[in-house]
């Protein structure tokens, strides 16, 4: 590698890391970004997908979660070609456009596809898996905000011994009981970092 492309990709990189999108990633020129990091790359180097990350991730906070919307699709289409309908991290990436769903279609498609994406965690991952319990509480939250409450209760399994465990003092793995729905890819969440198990080639997920 030659000093020029050295500099170009960490000038790419450096582009990517803000929070806010920067004046030299507006216009097209995140996906011009992306389109070079793929080719020097590769489409799931973690560095790639990081930036595909940020960028789904400026268009929500820019309020254009329909595009941020299509895109996610394309990601979850991608990574069920790569690594399969099952792998966690085609599941890490449905749970993202859950999420984005909720923003950009309202909150009756996005339980839909929350409620499907639970069965399938509990069918690959068990019913007391972490990333299992966290999207049936995703479910119960939706279905809350959309002001079907007393459904809640057969999403959301709060007296599960897992659940408990889960929610124990200090647990950095779930929210406690009760608290406002916070993930990591919500454009109104706190905590604005992406999920350790969406980014990267098959990193072991749980």
């Keep these: 590698m030659g000093i020029r492309e050295l500099m170009r990709r960490r000038s790419t990189l450096r582009g990517f890391a803000p929070w806010e999108r920067p004046e030299s990633m507006a216009g097209d020129r995140a996906e011009q970004g992306i389109q070079y990091l793929t080719s020097a790359l590769g489409r799931w180097h973690p560095d790639t997908v990081q930036a595909r990350q940020k960028l789904r991730w400026w268009l929500r906070k820019e309020g254009d979660p329909a595009a941020a919307r299509r895109l996610a699709e394309e990601e979850v289409a991608g990574r069920a070609a790569e690594y399969g309908a099952d792998h966690p991290d085609t599941l890490a990436a449905r749970r993202e456009l859950v999420q984005i769903t909720a923003e950009a279609a309202g909150r009756p498609a996005a339980i839909a596809e929350a409620r499907a994406l639970s069965d399938d965690m509990r069918r690959v991952l068990g019913p007391t898996h ?42 950095r793995t779930c929210a406690r009981p009760g608290t406002p729905l916070r993930s ?19 990193r072991p997920s749980g």
Excluded: H, M, Q
């Design 130 to 171: 972490k990333d299992t319990l966290l999207v049936r509480r995703e479910v119960g939250y939706l279905l809350r905000d959309n002001g079907t409450w007393r459904r809640r209760s057969r999403c959301t399994p709060r007296c599960s011994p897992s659940w408990r465990r889960c929610n124990r003092p200090g647990s």
């Design 184 to 202: 990591p890819w919500s454009a109104t969440a706190t905590r604005n970092r992406p999920s350790s198990t969406s980014s990267g080639r098959s």
